[in-house]
Nanobody
Framework: QVQLVESGGGSSQAGGSLTLSCAPS?????MAWFRQAPGKEREGVAAISRLNITTAAASVKARFTISKDNVNNILYLQMNSLKPEDTAMYYC??????????????????????WGQGIQVTVSS
């Protein structure tokens, strides 16, 4: 059983930046960030494979960066140029599926077995 813990959420004005962290990040995991706004389905934001290949949703690709610190076992999501529509609960997720399968499903909720409890991000206009 893997217990993922997110930190770093909070409030920002539009145009601001926040960095989310998730621990532990293990070298054998494929990991991802998801978000869920009230009344909406959980959506994939960005993902990183255990070989550090990254992918991101089109809505955030130019603004958010996912990365891993393999020494300290921490996953990050750097969020810049925040918009009010980025307001949501953000979740960290992990899985160990084969890379060829991960490539096809990297931003899909069903591709991840382990989840954090979530952390709130609120962006005001």
């Amino acid at each position: 059983q893997v217990q993922l813990v997110e930190s770093g959420g909070g409030s920002s004005q539009a145009g601001g930046s926040l960095t989310l962290s998730c621990a532990p990040s293990r070298s054998q995991y494929n990991m991802a960030w998801f978000r869920q706004a009230p009344g909406k389905e959980r959506e994939g934001v960005a993902a990183i494979s255990r070989l550090n290949i990254t992918t991101a949703a089109a809505s955030v690709k130019a603004r958010f960066t996912i990365s891993k610190d393999n020494v300290n076992n921490i996953l990050y999501l750097q969020m810049n140029s925040l918009k009010p529509e980025d307001t949501a609960m953000y979740y960290c997720a992990a899985d160990t599926r084969p890379l060829e399968d991960w490539f096809l499903h990297s931003l899909k909720r069903y591709a991840y077995t382990y989840w954090g409890q979530g952390i709130q991000v609120t962006v005001s206009s």
